[in-house]
């Protein structure tokens, strides 16, 4: 079993930084692809982000919505079993709940139901 848990949103200005933290437990986490999807009010739940299994050839490769793509950065460190979105340069269009989830299989994906466990989700609002 793998829990997964999220930290860091709150309330910001447009154009403005907030840096969530997923953390993970349960299991050898270095081998999964870890992704963020959001899902703003009224709407489905959309890719965000993925980073891909890390292996000691590869710090491993990362994936972007096309909405975040050169404002949002996913990172990973697997000495702390826990992976990050760095959000920069935040637009009210950004405020949605932001999901954590793990992908055991390790191969990259931005389908929702390929993903194996969520986290609980942790609310971002982008003021105007």
């Known amino acids: 079993q793998v829990q997964l848990v999220e930290s860091g949103g709150g309330l910001v200005q447009a154009g403005g930084s907030l840096r969530l933290s997923c953390a993970a437990s349960?299991?050898?986490?270095?081998?999964?692809?870890m992704g963020w999807f959001r899902q703003a009010p009224g709407k489905g739940r959309e890719f965000t982000a993925v980073?891909?299994?890390?292996?000691?050839?590869?710090?491993?490769?990362?994936y972007y919505g096309d909405s975040v793509k050169g404002r949002f950065t996913i990172s990973r460190d697997n000495a702390k079993n826990t992976v990050y979105l760095q959000m920069d340069s935040l637009k009210p269009e950004d405020t949605a709940v932001y999901y954590c989830a793990i992908r055991l299989s390790g191969i990259m994906s931005k389908v929702i139901s390929e993903y194996d466990y969520w986290g609980q989700g942790t609310q971002v609002t982008v003021s105007s």
């Open positions: 349960g299991r050898t986490f270095s081998r999964y692809a």
């Open positions: 980073i891909i299994n890390w292996n000691r050839f590869s710090a491993g490769s990362t």
